[in-house]
């Protein structure tokens, strides 16, 4: 069995529970990814949390994750996607992890943003 990564796409949020475009922006953004993934023989979608950011109450974050087998290619079909269908591709961040190893961290791939550096839950 080839070697899986949790990929996590990030979105930055105003509030705990999120706006109705939020809301609907999740649903797109999962029904995409899960579809396109699928077909590429990628990965699926595991699920997502919104609320809180782990790192700093005080920010709130809408995370998807996405279990993926290789990870460069599914980066590039992850931004691919989000810029051709425009769901706020200049919004995110995409970060991976091992899949399995809950002792790891995530790492940054990608920030839309220049300079960005870190990446937390």
């Not at 899986?4 to 979105?11: A, D, E, N, S, T």
Request: proline share 2%; aromatic share 10%; net charge neutral.
């Amino acid at each position: 069995m080839s070697e899986k990564f949790w990929l996590v796409v990030q979105y930055p949020l105003n509030s705990a529970k999120g706006s109705q475009r939020d809301n609907w922006l999740r649903d797109k953004v999962m029904e995409y990814l899960e579809l396109t993934l699928a077909d590429a023989d990628l990965g699926s979608v595991d699920g997502f949390d919104m609320g809180k950011c782990i790192s700093d109450p005080k920010k709130f974050a809408l995370n998807i994750f996405c279990v993926v087998t290789d990870e460069e290619r599914s980066i590039a079909l992850v931004k691919r996607v989000l810029r051709e269908s425009r769901l706020d591709y200049t919004r995110i961040k995409i970060a991976t992890m091992p899949y399995g190893k809950e002792e790891e961290t995530y790492t940054l791939k990608y920030a839309s943003k220049k300079g960005v550096t870190n990446f937390s839950l």
